[in-house]
């Protein structure tokens, strides 16, 4: 069943019911344009509210994110920003896929809409057009045939008129079958005309017309099928950021199981952050005064201080400090001026700060030993090979080297005996032994200025060794690119092509140690050769 067959004398309810599927879709598409405003606006609020939240740098909040449960709110707004972007996401699909790409298949819908019933209504006028020089037609011949018949009757009547003379007959015969002809004429124009038309109201109601609402129908159509994509798409835009959404949400449970986990660790945080170390006051002693204060006995007693009961109790009451409003010690807020051991802050927090301290310094030292180890090397192979270079240019480096390691070992026991100092213990980090800061002299030893040595060397000899212990783990793998001869100490040869396993990176010298296939170890020119990672 179609439309051309169906509803050829529909004309108007088709283009009332066409008009009606164009303004669906013009509804629908401000309904998906109002809806990506809504995300917008939700997509924009959603991320003002997390930057309102978001702790800002240097601030309070930002300082407390230490915490497990301040770093689970943090990350409960970062994934709510996340989820902000999604929503922008929605957006942008449905204003791209469904109002645009509607916007523009509608234009295109409205013209072939209009062509086909531009194309109805001309055929409809040319068949109107044709019944109408068929109606004239007919009339023609209608008059045409009463007059015929009525010259007939009047050359009948001539003719049997007594009265009429020959010739007043003969002209009323010849008028008679003038009319008659014309009349003949006529009808025939008329059948003709009439043929005609029905060949054309023919066309028209049987092959025009349902050609162009069979076509009209195939437009209707694929204009409910196109919207019906717009409604699935609708839905299958949020269908797609969903997983990522469901993400966001499986995140903000993460963090918050992760805070509700860490609750002890938070606890113990605390402790290890604000633990000042001082014992706890003991018990505050009995004085009498019922007796009277001894003024002559000891000075260097609390009893020396003069004032009425009242001002001595509380003075007492003051060994109460971590109790009352203002704490004593307290870095933040500290009135004295911050001292290099940190004398200012609690024993428990002076050990922190001093241990940290030390850890910096021996990462620096293990720096400058390498670099000092870097130059001996390349002293050592221009010292053997002049060609390669001047061992002489290298002095002002070697000695700057050693004496920034001799500056940072003193650092080093410095700080070692304030933390002593502390009631602390010196742990050595960052892989430098606490060993090698005792080649020079520290406060309080009894070394001789003679004994303290100037140059690295013991240092060195501890390098080597850990370096010997590490030997046989390679860290990557490298080719030869050119040979080389290593005719001097400490290189090895080597052909273009062959690869080796790299045992210690270049550091700055042009040098890096590796060991080929039979297990010899040496160092070839960094320039040399390509260096892959170890996979």
Request: aromatic share 8%.
């Amino acid at each position: 069943m179609g439309w051309g067959t169906e509803l050829w004398d529909q004309y108007d309810v088709l283009d009332k019911h066409t008009q009606s599927g164009l303004d669906l879709v013009e509804r629908y598409v401000k309904f998906v344009k109002e809806r990506t405003e809504i995300e917008q606006n939700y997509a924009k609020q959603l991320r003002n509210l997390t930057k309102k939240y978001t702790p800002k740098r240097g601030s309070k909040e930002e300082q407390e994110c230490r915490f497990a449960n301040q770093q689970a709110f943090v990350e409960i707004l970062n994934e709510m920003n996340d989820y902000a972007g999604q929503r922008e996401v929605i957006a942008e699909t449905m204003m791209l896929s469904i109002c645009l790409e509607l916007t523009k298949y509608l234009q295109d819908l409205k013209q072939e809409r209009k062509t086909c019933l531009s194309e109805a209504k001309k055929a409809q006028q040319t068949l109107e057009s044709s019944c109408k020089h068929l109606d004239n037609t007919k009339k023609r011949f209608e008059r045409e045939w009463r007059e015929a018949e009525k010259a007939n009757q009047n050359a009948e009547k001539a003719d049997q008129d007594t009265n009429a003379t020959k010739a007043d007959v003969e002209k009323a015969r010849m008028q008679a079958h003038a009319r008659t002809h014309t009349a003949e004429e006529c009808r025939n124009d008329y059948a003709a005309e009439l043929q005609k038309y029905n060949k054309e109201q023919n066309q028209f109601y049987f092959t025009d017309i349902p050609q162009i609402f069979s076509k009209l129908q195939e437009v209707e159509e694929q204009r409910v099928r196109k919207l019906a994509e717009g409604y699935v798409s609708f839905a299958d835009t949020e269908k797609r950021v969903m997983p990522i959404i469901g993400k966001c949400l499986e995140g903000i449970t993460k963090a918050g199981n992760h805070s509700y986990s860490h609750a002890e660790n938070d606890s113990v945080l605390l402790i290890e952050q604000h633990k000042s170390g001082f014992e706890r006051p003991g018990d505050v002693e009995f004085e009498d005064y019922s007796h009277g204060i001894n003024r002559a006995s000891s000075e260097s007693s609390l009893g020396t201080l003069k004032g009425k009961p009242a001002d001595l109790l509380s003075k007492n009451k003051a060994k109460l400090w971590p109790f009352s409003k203002k704490k004593m010690f307290t870095p933040e807020k500290s009135s004295h001026a911050v001292s290099e051991d940190f004398a200012h802050l609690p024993p428990e927090q002076r050990r922190k700060k001093l241990q940290q301290k030390m850890d910096e310094i021996s990462k620096e030292l293990q720096k400058e030993v390498d670099q000092s180890q870097a130059l001996e090397k390349m002293k050592d192979v221009y010292e053997k090979n002049p060609q390669m270079g001047d061992a002489g240019s290298l002095e002002p480096q070697i000695s700057q080297t050693a004496h920034n390691v001799e500056r940072l070992q003193g650092e080093m026991h410095k700080y070692e005996s304030w933390l002593i100092e502390a009631g602390g213990r010196a742990e050595i980090r960052h892989g430098f032994s606490n060993n090698n800061s005792h080649n020079t002299s520290s406060p309080g030893s009894t070394r001789s200025h003679e004994e303290k040595t100037d140059s690295p060397q013991a240092i060195y000899e501890f390098d080597d060794d850990f370096e010997d212990e590490e030997a046989f783990a390679p860290i990557g793998q490298c080719t030869a690119l050119y040979n080389f001869e290593g005719s001097s100490e400490g290189t090895i040869p080597m052909r273009e092509g062959e690869v080796f396993a790299v045992v210690e990176e270049d550091k700055g010298d042009g040098w890096t140690r590796v060991q080929n296939s039979s297990g010899d170890e040496g160092y070839i020119p960094t320039s040399y050769v390509r260096i892959s990672p170890r996979m």
